[in-house]
T-cell receptor, first 115, second 111 residues
Framework: DTGVSQDPRHKITKRGQNVTFRCDPISEHNRLYWYRQTLGQGPEFLTYFQNEAQLEKSRLLSDRFSAERPKGSFSTLEIQRTEQGDSAMYLC?????????????FGPGTRLTVT | GQNIDQPTEMTATEGAIVQINCTYQTSGFNGLFWYQQHAGEAPTFLSYNVLDGLEEKGRFSSFLSRSKGYSYLLLKELQMKDSASYLCAVRGANSGYALNFGKGTSLLVTP
């Protein structure tokens, strides 16, 4: 297994544009998390999926944000009408619940810059 | 909610030992994690503690005291490549066991 992958690695967009990021978790991991990390801060939880079901969203996730995991495998995170405050690293992590493996495996992240 | 505190920066010498402390206040506790993060890269897992005591893994050890809301990460025989940010994270019982991270401790290892 090659680990968690994310695409794109970098995205520069103009304010007001929509962007979509993709995360491919480790195969057969049933839990998938999205986090956001700004400079000098630790990652902050945004949302998580159990298979294809989105079970919780943080207050950080405004209505401009939407996430999907349609087949319980890859996930997408879309930001509509981007704002400069959305500039951050968006990290995806996956985990297999119930296998005794507590680690969350992180992808390399997508760095978003909104100009 | 969660409140996690760790020093912002530390400096240590190559070959030495450094201890990075983390204190936390949490409404629910389901484990404490340490991750290493090099600039521009993803966090990588270092250790997990759920019971009190010391967990050792090579040059890295992590300690937990649940009653004190305290953990530390001990790095021995420091190498230049250990220069990175070290993130303390608490896993609660909410949010699908998502991790709540501190702001990270930036460690600089000098020759």
């Amino acid at each position: 297994d090659t680990g968690v992958s994310q695409d794109p690695r970098h995205k520069i967009t103009k304010r007001g544009q929509n962007v979509t990021f993709r995360c491919d978790p480790i195969s057969e991991h049933n839990r998938l998390y999205w986090y956001r990390q700004t400079l000098g801060q630790g990652p902050e939880f945004l949302t998580y999926f159990q298979n294809e079901a989105q079970l919780e969203k943080s207050r950080l996730l405004s209505d401009r944000f939407s996430a999907e995991r349609p087949k319980g495998s890859f996930s997408t995170l879309e930001i509509q009408r981007t704002e400069q405050g959305d500039s951050a690293m968006y990290l995806c992590a996956s985990r297999q619940l119930g296998r005794g493996d507590h680690e969350q495996y992180f992808g390399p992240g997508t760095r978003l810059t909104v100009t | 909610g969660q409140n996690i505190d760790q020093p912002t920066e530390m400096t240590a010498t190559e070959g030495a030992i450094v201890q990075i402390n983390c204190t936390y206040q949490t409404s629910g506790f389901n484990g404490l994690f340490w991750y290493q993060q090099h600039a521009g890269e993803a966090p990588t897992f270092l250790s997990y503690n759920v019971l009190d005591g010391l967990e050792e893994k090579g040059r890295f050890s992590s300690f937990l005291s649940r009653s004190k809301g305290y953990s530390y990460l001990l790095l021995k025989e420091l190498q230049m490549k250990d220069s990175a940010s070290y993130l303390c994270a608490v896993r609660g019982a909410n949010s699908g066991y998502a991790l709540n991270f501190g702001k990270g401790t930036s460690l600089l290892v000098t020759p």
